[in-house]
C-alpha cells in the first residue's frame, strides 16, 4: 500500500514541478502568476524529492535515495536565496550548508563501499555514479561557503543562484523519470530521441535564462553608466 501511495505522490510530483519549472521563467518575477508557479514548483518538486528518497530506502537503492536529498536542498537554497533580501544570509544558509556537507560525505561513503563491493556496485550503481554527484553536492558545499563568506548576493549574481539551482533540481528530476523510469511511459514514445528531449530543454532553458539574465545585467550598467 505505500509503495503505491509513494508511486502516485512521486508522479503528480514530477508532473507538477516540471510543468511549473518549465513556465515560471517565462512570466514577470514580480508577477503574481510566477510567485504562484514558484510556490507550486517548489513543494511539487520537495514532494518528488522526498517521495523518491524514502521509496529508494524500500527499493534499497541509496544513489536514488542521496539524489532525492539533494533535490531537496537544491530547490530549497534557491528559494532562500531569492526570498531573503540582497546581501544578507540566514540560519538557513547555515543549515543548508551542512546539510549539503552531510550529503557530499554519504556520497563519498557510498563510492568507497560501492568500489569494494564484488559486483562493483551498490543497489544497481557503480562507485562512478555516487562520485559525480557527490561531486555536484561539493560544489554547491564550497559555493554556499563563499555565498556565506560574503554576506550574500545581490543582482544577477543572486538571481543565476537562485535559477541554476531550480533548473539542476528539475534537470535531475526529469532525468531520473524520462532516462531512468523509461518503462512507465508508451511504448510509442519509448525512443532515446523522444527520451531525451524534455531533459535537454530544461538544460537548454538553464543556460537561456543564465545568459539572458547575465546580458540584461550588463546591458543594464551599462546604460546607467552614460
Same mark, same amino acid.
Given at each position: ?6 508511486f502516485?505522490s ?7 514541478a516540471?510543468?511549473?519549472g ?5 512570466f ?25 528518497a524514502?521509496?529508494?530506502?524500500i527499493?534499497?537503492?541509496?544513489l536514488?535515495?542521496?539524489n532525492?536529498?539533494l533535490i ?5 537554497s ?6 531573503q533580501? !540582497?546581501?544578507s544570509?540566514? &540560519?538557513?544558509?547555515? @543549515? *543548508? %550548508? ?5 550529503l557530499? +560525505? ?6 568507497l ?7 562493483g ?7 562512478i555514479?555516487?562520485?559525480i554527484?557527490?561531486g555536484?553536492a ?12 560574503e ?8 538571481l543565476i543562484?537562485h535559477?541554476?539551482r531550480m ?5 535531475m528530476s526529469s532525468a ?8 512507465l511511459? !508508451?511504448e510509442?514514445?519509448? &525512443?532515446?530521441e523522444? @527520451? *531525451? %528531449?524534455?531533459?535537454?530543454?530544461v538544460?537548454? +532553458?538553464?543556460?537561456?535564462?543564465i ?5 540584461y545585467?550588463?546591458?543594464?550598467l ?5
Amino acid at each position: 500500500m505505500l509503495t503505491y501511495i509513494l508511486f502516485f505522490s512521486h508522479t503528480i510530483s514530477g508532473s507538477l514541478a516540471l510543468l511549473a519549472g518549465l513556465l515560471a521563467p517565462f512570466f514577470d518575477k514580480k508577477s503574481a502568476l510566477h510567485r504562484l508557479l514558484g510556490t507550486l514548483f517548489f513543494y511539487s518538486i520537495l514532494g518528488l524529492g522526498l517521495s523518491g528518497a524514502v521509496g529508494a530506502v524500500i527499493r534499497e537503492v541509496p544513489l536514488s535515495m542521496l539524489n532525492g536529498l539533494l533535490i531537496c536542498y537544491l530547490v530549497t537554497s534557491s528559494r532562500v536565496t531569492i526570498k531573503q533580501a !540582497p546581501l544578507s544570509i540566514s &540560519k538557513a544558509d547555515w @543549515l *543548508l %550548508l551542512g546539510s549539503v556537507i552531510l550529503l557530499s +560525505l554519504a556520497f563519498i561513503a557510498y563510492a568507497l563501499i560501492a568500489s569494494t563491493a564484488p559486483s562493483g556496485e551498490i543497489g544497481g550503481f557503480s562507485w562512478i555514479a555516487f562520485l559525480i554527484f557527490g561531486g555536484v553536492a561539493l560544489f554547491c558545499a564550497s559555493a554556499d561557503l563563499m555565498y556565506i563568506r560574503e554576506g550574500g548576493l545581490k543582482g544577477a549574481n543572486r538571481l543565476i543562484r537562485h535559477l541554476w539551482r531550480m533548473f539542476f533540481a528539475l534537470f535531475m528530476s526529469s532525468a531520473a523519470f524520462f532516462l531512468g523510469q523509461a518503462q512507465l511511459i !508508451p511504448e510509442a514514445l519509448r &525512443k532515446i530521441e523522444f @527520451l *531525451l %528531449l524534455p531533459v535537454a530543454a530544461v538544460i537548454l +532553458l538553464m543556460l537561456f535564462w543564465i545568459i539572458r539574465v547575465k546580458v540584461y545585467q550588463s546591458t543594464k550598467l551599462d546604460s546607467g553608466s552614460t
